[in-house]
């Protein structure tokens, strides 16, 4: 199986018969985005865009996602973010971490969608808190962390 490096991204209305590997389609009409799983297994994708799913940035050329795309319910169970038209491959979490990520996500949907006017999604400050690639501590910071 080849892991996708690099994407090309799509502005499309309606999602096309056939899809083509390491391409993200995305329709701002029906706010959702879908692609073939960029680890190479085949399976398609979606990722709803809303305030409580996926935000996309795209600055005339190249696309990022915030948060990253966890593939918990496919056999490959792939993670990585989409940062500048790039995938950047994340570790697979555990059976619990991605039961409490449900659960946060769930309560944030309740809670946003509860909300009257409010354009924001709370957050819970328990695990698993998602960061943005540049937010991330590298290796060497997170041993250094353990001493």
């Known amino acids: 199986m080849r892991k996708a ?5 799509e502005f499309i209305e309606l999602l096309p018969s056939t899809l083509e590997p390491e391409t993200l389609y995305v329709s701002m009409k029906y706010k959702n985005m879908v692609h073939l ?9 979606i990722t709803p865009l809303s305030p409580t799913g996926w935000e996309l940035t795209f600055d005339g ?3 990022s996602l915030f948060p990253s795309v966890g593939s918990w319910n496919l056999p490959c169970r792939s993670h990585y973010w989409i940062t500048r038209s790039r995938v950047e491959w994340e570790e697979q979490w555990s059976a619990e971490r991605i039961a409490a990520g ?10 946003y969608y509860r909300r ?15 960061t943005r690639p540049e937010e991330r501590r590298s290796l060497w910071e997170r041993m250094k962390s353990w001493f």
Request: with cysteine; glycine share 10%.
């Open 5 to 9: 490096r690099a994407i090309r991204c």
């Open 37 to 45: 799983c960029f680890c190479g297994c085949g399976r398609k994708v």
């Open 61 to 63: 050329r190249e696309v």
């Open 102 to 111: 449900f659960t946060r996500d769930r309560a944030d949907k309740e809670r």
């Open 116 to 130: 009257d006017g409010q354009s924001h999604v709370l957050r819970d400050s328990g695990e698993p808190q998602v």
